[in-house]
């Protein structure tokens, strides 16, 4: 079999393409509000147009509100039947650096496995977690996601390439020893992220509370700051493009 395995958070898992989605995301960290309604994402997410594109058998293991720690730990806590996998990609759209995710008690499957630490949800969270956060660990973190990935990839005979939903690492790129372990030549938006490039797109304020304020989605972002179908579609002509020429 060859697959497509697509890595990461809301940006892989498809939020964005269904109707109300502003409310639905507010409910995602419930796992059957969740579950019944990633089927559809995922058929609408860059990772399964993508494998439509390559004609590859796709893999979507994008979790809502998760960060590159737990996207890595994804490929290790699904029952994917690797003795299977002959070939393919795996490719990691990477979500917001400070997120900080810890395997949770219950670790079940496609579902919330992990819980976010500071600075992501609320300030009491912070306060009491502060000693696990700072800005110099959560770089760090951040890189070593990539490479356990990179090496997880190669270990498995999977081509690995990465990019940025709404983040960019072009100011650590250099700063860290890690860093140099990194093949920087497979990032696809190596200066820049989703979220920016679809606002330039569609020539729309590179600003979040900009589509939080509207009423309905914009062409190519929802108004909870995801991309909308035509969004993933897009991001997935993105990436395939990039692969022919690399």
Not at 81 to 86: F, N
Request: aromatic share 14%; glycine share 4%; with cysteine.
């Amino acid at each position: 079999m060859k697959v497509l395995i697509g890595i990461g958070d809301s940006w892989t898992q498809g939020v964005g393409v269904l109707p109300d989605t502003q409310k639905r995301h507010l409910n995602y960290q419930n796992d059957t509000f969740q579950l019944k309604n990633k089927i559809e994402e995922n058929s609408k997410s860059w990772v399964s147009k993508l494998a439509d594109k390559l004609e590859l058998t796709g893999i979507n293991l994008g979790i809502c509100g998760q960060g590159n720690r737990a996207a890595v730990k994804n490929l290790y806590i699904n029952n994917i039947e690797w003795d299977k996998i002959e070939s393919g990609y795996l490719i990691f759209l990477l979500s917001e650096r400070s997120r900080f995710d810890v395997v949770s008690e219950k670790c079940i499957p496609r579902t919330f496995n992990t819980f976010n630490v500071p600075p992501c949800f609320g300030e009491d969270v912070m306060i009491k977690n502060m000693s696990l956060y700072s800005e110099i660990v959560a770089c760090q973190e951040t890189l070593l996601s990539i490479l356990e990935a990179q090496t997880f990839a190669k270990a498995q005979n999977l081509k690995f390439y990465f990019g940025y939903s709404f983040d960019n690492l072009i100011d650590i790129k250099d700063r860290f020893e890690l860093s140099k372990k990194i093949n920087w030549n497979n990032c696809f938006t190596p200066t820049d992220n989703f979220f920016n490039i679809l606002a330039d797109y569609q020539n729309t304020p590179k600003e979040y509370q900009y589509y939080y304020n509207l009423d309905k989605s914009t062409e190519y972002i929802s108004y909870c700051c995801h991309p909308t179908d035509k969004g993933y579609t897009f991001i997935s002509e993105y990436i395939y493009n990039f692969l022919k020429i690399n």
